[in-house]
């Protein structure tokens, strides 16, 4: 039983330090290649009406598990990746809700010329716009847990971050953002606020899983074209002093 899930949780898919080799900040640090990660729980519903209705729109909600823990001094996160653009030739977004712990959201565009950290604790909405990679990183002691509703249309692309070994910083113990210097020109990291979108329900009082059923408020998903004053905007959400 979980605070976070009232449904059955299927097996889920496990990242390994293995898999993560090629993007941590200390490309040496030894530990064992098996060794798992963080838990992927994929294409979750709480009714067959719901799971109908996720699949007719084309998106997945899903879970995510990351454990706290160190790799050589660099706090565990997500491999990251970018989404491709839909046929409009816009990127696919995603939205993510914390649901336990706290989450440092690492956000870049393809040059890394706007680098953007985005710290969202249990209830914050963390939107990634069309044309931005992003890593997660749990920085806490405890589990970080997040959902997310994404297009099923698409594969993610990890290359971009495994050619550059990771994102454009790291993020060590103690909270220190390293410049990762294979890119060299990349950007200041801008800090911005979680996301509050009302009139997409995207707010902290809405549970990211209630928009199963608002066809309204995450057409965004699939059809990011017709929402780009929602994303222009985001990108000028300053965190509040
Ligand atoms: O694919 P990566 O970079 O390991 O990141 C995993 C995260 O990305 C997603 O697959 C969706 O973008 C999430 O479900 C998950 O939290």
């Known amino acids: 039983m979980n605070g976070y899930w009232k449904g059955t949780l299927p097996e889920p898919q496990v990242r390994t330090i293995g898999d993560m080799r090629g993007v941590l900040a200390d490309p040496d640090c030894a530990a064992a290649a098996d060794q798992p990660l963080y838990f992927m729980y994929r294409h979750l519903a709480l009714s067959e009406d719901d799971r109908r209705w996720l699949e007719e729109q084309h998106l997945s909600y899903d879970i995510t598990v990351i454990p706290p823990q160190t790799l050589c001094g660099e706090y565990v996160k997500t491999k990251g990746h970018y989404h491709i653009e839909n046929p409009e030739g816009v990127g696919y977004p995603e939205i993510y809700e914390v649901l336990e712990g706290e989450g440092h959201y690492l956000l870049q565009n393809h040059d890394a010329s706007d680098v953007i950290m985005i710290r969202a604790v249990a209830g914050q909405k963390v939107l990634i716009p069309p044309g931005y ?33 990771g994102a454009a910083y790291y993020e060590m113990e103690g909270g220190a953002l390293v410049k990762n210097p294979a890119y060299p020109h990349a950007s200041p990291v801008r800090h911005l606020a979680p996301v509050e979108v009302s009139e997409l329900d995207l707010t902290r009082r809405t549970p990211l899983y209630d928009l199963v059923g608002r066809p309204a408020s995450v057409a965004f998903l699939n059809h990011p074209e017709q929402f780009m004053q929602i994303f222009a905007g985001l990108t000028e959400y300053p965190v509040p002093r």
């Open 133 to 165: 990679g992003h890593v997660t990183i749990n920085p806490g002691k405890e589990d970080l847990v997040m959902s997310n509703l994404v297009s099923t249309e698409f594969s993610s692309d990890y290359a971009p971050y495994v050619e550059k070994s």
